[in-house]
């Protein structure tokens, strides 16, 4: 399990096609000294399980799912991604549940200072996401969602696009101040709202019936 509170940014140094998977590899600084092979990490939302150790570098298989659902395929060399481990048992949490797995990638629509006066270093910022239709149902206006592997909150959404407010520190130690108008993100959704979908859905979904009268002592 993780936070969504990025602890460090790294560096895709390759994707290569493996039978059937890809292998990427990562620079991670103070990141991979601390892993073990087999460990988990999310990788901008993503996680992945950590392969072929060399500080400061680690290696991961994408599986299809992985390929399909995420973005991290469709990244080039010397592109920027937030790095996570999983919280400790007992540790503070800090941002929300996030269990890094991706539901969709959105598409960036801007990235915009809430005061363009403003030193951009001081300032907050605005983050606009297109949400696939898939997983609208799942968005809720101050509610929690994961992007980029970053635990935000919605501050305004239309039924389409989602709204959060950026602060300074999120934009310089994230990948967010690197990515551009159009770029993919990975999204995942609060996991405490989808399982409240799908339980609304179950209950609209039942049919009271003599059967099911006779089964319960009616």
């Given at each position: 399990m993780f936070t969504g509170l990025i602890e460090a940014k790294g560096t895709i140094l390759s994707i290569v096609e493996r039978a059937g998977t890809m292998r990427i590899a990562i620079e991670a600084p103070g990141i991979a000294e601390r892993l073990r092979s087999g460990d988990s990490v999310a990788v901008s939302g993503v996680c992945l399980t950590a392969l072929d150790i060399q500080p400061p570098v680690f290696h991961a298989d994408l599986a299809a799912e992985t390929v399909i659902r995420t973005s991290l395929a469709r990244l080039a060399p010397g592109a920027a991604v937030n790095l996570e481990l999983p919280t400790?048992?007992?540790?503070?949490?800090?941002?929300?549940?996030?269990?890094?797995?991706?539901?969709?990638?959105?598409?960036?629509?801007?990235?915009?200072p809430v005061d363009p006066e403003a030193d951009r270093a001081l300032t907050d910022w605005w983050l606009r996401v297109e949400v696939p239709e898939t997983i609208r149902s799942f968005m809720v206006e101050k509610g929690s969602?994961?992007?980029?592997?970053?635990?935000?909150?919605?501050?305004?959404w239309d039924g389409e696009v989602a709204s959060v407010a950026i602060l300074p520190h999120t934009y310089s130690a994230t990948n967010l101040h690197t990515l551009?108008?159009?770029?993919?993100?990975?999204l995942e959704a609060d996991v405490l709202a989808k399982l409240a979908v799908q339980r609304q859905q179950e209950r609209s979904t039942f049919e009271l019936t003599v059967d099911y009268l006779i089964a319960n002592g009616y």
């Amino acid at each position: 399990m993780f936070t969504g509170l990025i602890e460090a940014k790294g560096t895709i140094l390759s994707i290569v096609e493996r039978a059937g998977t890809m292998r990427i590899a990562i620079e991670a600084p103070g990141i991979a000294e601390r892993l073990r092979s087999g460990d988990s990490v999310a990788v901008s939302g993503v996680c992945l399980t950590a392969l072929d150790i060399q500080p400061p570098v680690f290696h991961a298989d994408l599986a299809a799912e992985t390929v399909i659902r995420t973005s991290l395929a469709r990244l080039a060399p010397g592109a920027a991604v937030n790095l996570e481990l999983p919280t400790p048992a007992g540790a503070p949490l800090g941002g929300h549940v996030v269990q890094g797995h991706v539901d969709a990638t959105g598409t960036l629509l801007s990235l915009e200072p809430v005061d363009p006066e403003a030193d951009r270093a001081l300032t907050d910022w605005w983050l606009r996401v297109e949400v696939p239709e898939t997983i609208r149902s799942f968005m809720v206006e101050k509610g929690s969602v994961a992007i980029e592997g970053i635990s935000l909150t919605i501050a305004r959404w239309d039924g389409e696009v989602a709204s959060v407010a950026i602060l300074p520190h999120t934009y310089s130690a994230t990948n967010l101040h690197t990515l551009k108008t159009g770029s993919p993100v990975n999204l995942e959704a609060d996991v405490l709202a989808k399982l409240a979908v799908q339980r609304q859905q179950e209950r609209s979904t039942f049919e009271l019936t003599v059967d099911y009268l006779i089964a319960n002592g009616y």
